[in-house]
């Protein structure tokens, strides 16, 4: 997927691209409003990951700039600001997502992914990885064709790690990918471990291998070998 | 005491003290007065005697015409000087001594002198003199009851200034949006007091308007390094050739830093709920909410085995921020599955005008007070921020909802009342 980093604070748009990069996606990284609208003036990209608060200019003045093209693109915004109004007005232009800053590279990924999806196949789709089969549209998971009952979170829980396959995926990344912002997370670790427990066994049971794979004191991996 | 009192009382002894020094002076000056009258009186009397003495007309019905009582004793000591007293006189009629004015005087004729004492009765003079004093006594009590009730009317006029101040300040609010102006008097002390009121409190406020937009401005501005530390430890984890020794390190470190972006994100929370910046109000259906919010931490509430029972009424709907209607719910029923022991029971009640979230657990190890205060968490839980109740709470005052905590049966229990709002 090729996708355009429109983010000023250069460290952080370098971060991005890196472990976008290692997923296979081919990054650009603009650092400012003027030369975003260059780039975007003449090439495609299948994603657009856009800073709201740019030197020279506003964020959404580009999503808008994007939306009068036949052919848009997945668009993510990600900003400092965590006002409702400016999440409204970003995803009512046509964002599709909207990530407060400081977010997790792992939840950039997985929001990524299913534009990508959503692109590719027009959502219609499947996501199969070795035995396991995800129907998103359906949010249905099976192990060589049986159907494996998840509760919603356990359904998320999946569609994360399989997003993220071969990350060290931390607990606080996926406590707010699962809950989102303003929860008193502290005792979500508790719930994280109960959902992979869960999810685990069932996928255990279906005779599914076991790769989700603890990392000591720090979060889980999805581990393909 | 009041001042109010205190000035009236002052006032009071001060009016007796007068009053009371004043009404003897006034007595003398009065009998004086009068005695000076009498004296005039027996001068003429004298000057009638004495003519009567001269044309030998002397006699008690001459001196009973001239309604005067006379009494002449022939002198054979020196003469003496003319004099004024008062004299008591037996009364036989009355079987009483009368006071009388008495003036006495030698007087020579035909070489004989005689001492001749003229008597004028002060009984009906001194009658007089205690009914003036009697009256004069009514009237200043009269006059002084009237002006301290006047002055008391007055003055509560003129403090009704000073009250609705002390009211004012007694319920100002620094965060409040509303313009704090107090009222004009025409009394300087007061019209001094209240502009130094104002001025401070103005000054209270901008410097806290300036500490909360401080604080803001610093709270966005952490935001991006701390997304820079994030996805560089994020990246760093990834490598696959990290010691655990390693790995450990930036866990811990990450961990941290995760921490804080939490942190910094609810600090921007609460400070945008006092801000008001979350204005649109939707109805909202908290049955709905609630269902999902349970649904969503079903399978926690399975392996505590929590026994749920719900008492809704599924059709109450509330005017509020759904996004605030949300996280509101989210903490409580957190809390309330958090807090609770294995096997126990999680009760909502959901009515028109309350909702109530009861867990069971065992009691509070602190003071309910100190719950909804800001980073005070129990020690339970090290890795809590200690800031959920206070969104919660700082929520419910924004939609003017009353929140409290009780604690009967073994149960805890969150009672949240809408009030009107509905």
């Known amino acids: 997927m090729k996708i355009l980093i429109i983010e000023d604070e250069k460290t952080l748009s370098d971060s991005m691209v890196e472990y976008l990069s290692e997923e296979g996606h081919h990054c650009e990284a603009i650092y400012n409003y003027f030369n975003a609208i260059d780039k975007l003036g003449m090439y495609q990209y299948d994603c657009i990951v856009v800073d709201i608060n740019l030197p020279d200019g506003n964020g959404l003045d580009l999503i808008r700039f994007i939306k009068k093209r036949s052919i848009s693109p997945g668009i993510i915004i990600i900003s400092a600001l965590n006002s409702l109004e400016n999440r409204i007005e970003g995803l009512e232009i046509g964002a599709d997502n909207y990530l407060t800053k400081p977010f997790h590279l792992a939840e950039l990924n997985a929001h990524l992914k299913s534009i990508n999806r959503r692109i590719s196949y027009g959502g219609n789709n499947q996501i199969i990885m070795n035995e396991i089969k995800l129907i998103p549209d359906e949010h249905k998971a099976f192990v060589r064709e049986t159907e494996v009952i998840l509760t919603k979170k356990e359904y998320e829980l999946l569609l994360f790690f399989i997003s993220n396959k071969n990350k060290v995926i931390t607990k606080a990344g996926l406590a707010e990918y699962l809950w989102g912002d303003y929860m008193d997370l502290a005792d979500s670790y508790d719930f994280i471990y109960t959902h992979i427990k869960n999810l685990r066994r069932k996928l255990l049971k279906e005779g599914c291998q076991d790769y989700i794979k603890t990392i000591y004191g720090l979060g889980y991996k999805f581990e393909l070998t | ?422």
């Open chain 2, 1 to 422: 005491m009041r001042l109010l009192t205190k000035i009236t009382l002052n006032l009071l002894s001060i009016s007796l003290f007068i009053f009371l020094f004043g009404m003897v002076a006034f007595y003398y000056l009065l009998r004086y007065q009068v005695d000076q009258n009498i004296n005039l009186e027996l001068e003429k009397s004298k000057r009638i005697v004495n003519h009567l003495l001269v044309s030998d007309q002397l006699s008690d019905s001459q001196l009973a015409n001239f309604e005067l009582k006379v009494l002449i004793s022939p002198l054979n000591s020196p003469r003496p000087p003319v004099n004024f007293s008062d004299t008591l006189i037996y009364n036989k009629a009355v079987n009483n001594y009368n006071l009388y004015r008495q003036l006495g005087y030698a007087y020579s004729i035909n070489n004989q002198t005689y001492y001749i004492q003229i008597f004028k009765s002060l009984e009906e003079t001194d009658r007089l003199i205690v009914r003036i004093v009697i009256i004069m006594n009514l009237m200043m009590i009269l006059i002084i009851i009237t002006l301290l009730i006047a002055n008391r009317y007055s003055s509560r006029q003129d403090w009704k200034v000073f009250y609705d101040t002390i009211d004012k300040i007694n319920n100002y609010d620094v965060d409040s949006r509303m313009e704090f102006s107090l009222n004009n008097s025409d009394i300087k002390e007061f019209a001094d007091l209240n502009r130094v009121l104002e001025k401070m409190t103005d000054r209270i406020k901008s410097d806290y308007l300036n500490l909360k937009e401080y604080i803001e401005n610093a709270s966005h501005e952490i935001q991006t390094p701390l997304a820079i530390i994030n996805s560089k430890m994020e990246l760093l984890l990834q490598w696959g050739d990290m010691k655990e020794k390693q790995y450990k390190i930036v866990a811990d470190a990450y961990e941290a830093s995760n921490r804080l972006s939490r942190l910094n994100k609810t600090l921007i929370l609460l400070a945008k709920i006092e801000n008001r910046q979350f204005p649109d109000s939707n109805p909202v259906n908290p049955a709905i909410m609630i269902n999902h919010q349970l649904e969503s931490l079903e399978d926690l509430i399975l392996s505590k085995k929590i026994k749920i029972t719900r008492r809704f009424d599924d059709d109450v709907i509330i005017q509020m921020n759904p996004y605030l209607a949300e996280i509101m719910l989210v903490n409580l029923i957190k809390n309330a599955v958090r807090h609770n022991i294995k096997g126990g029971d999680l009760i909502i009640d959901l009515s028109e005008h309350m909702l109530e979230i009861a867990n069971s657990g065992p009691p509070l190890q602190m003071d309910p007070e100190l719950l909804f205060k800001r980073f005070h968490k129990s020690s339970s839980s090290p890795e809590s921020l200690g800031l959920g109740l206070a969104i919660v709470q700082k929520i419910c005052v924004l939609y003017g909802y009353k929140i409290f905590y009780s604690y009967q049966n073994e149960t805890h229990i969150m009672h949240v009342e809408f009030g009107n709002r509905l």
